[in-house]
């Protein structure tokens, strides 16, 4: 079974998203956002405790925007990312939250699958965001209301 880390090392979790992102986010960047309180930070290991992914998101008064969701690329497809959003999600409503925001590559389709299935919604897009290719990014929403959906 899968295990969150909920106060992760900025070094770990810097080479975990150099992993799964072009664009990487470095050891003091996550360790500047660590310092902000209204910033979560999870290290997702694996059955064995090996790091597997991260999600790293704010809280904005009664709403979150993720800023970061992945998994290790040779362990996509077995249902980790679904196991992290979830997670995520629950804590979101746990914490009172109303709504949740995140953003994704346009050509990100398994990702936006994921966020779809799991009742986030298309919001608006925001063109030439991403570089390294530059592409548009697709914002999504989620309502984090009691009787929302949470679709595991």
Do not use: K
């Not at 040779?74 to 009172?96: N, P």
């Not at 994704?104 to 936006?112: D, G, I, L, P, Y």
């Amino acid at each position: 079974m899968p295990q969150l880390q909920t106060d992760p090392d900025p070094a770990l979790l810097a080479a975990v998203d150099a992993q799964c992102f072009a664009e990487a986010w470095d050891t003091i960047g996550y360790a500047q956002l660590r310092a902000n309180p209204a910033v979560q930070a999870w290290l997702l290991r694996d059955d064995a405790g090996a790091p597997a992914g991260l999600l790293c998101f704010q809280r904005v008064g009664d709403e979150a925007e993720v800023y970061r969701i992945a998994v290790l690329p040779a362990l996509r497809g077995q249902g980790l990312g679904r196991w992290l959003l979830v997670r995520f999600m629950a804590r979101a409503r746990a914490e009172g939250l109303r709504r949740a925001y995140l953003e994704v590559r346009e050509s990100n389709a398994a990702a936006r699958r994921l966020y779809e299935a799991a009742g986030f919604a298309e919001a608006g897009r925001r063109p030439g965001y991403y570089r390294q290719p530059s592409e548009d990014a697709v914002l999504y929403a989620w309502d984090a209301a009691p009787d929302a959906p949470v679709r595991d």
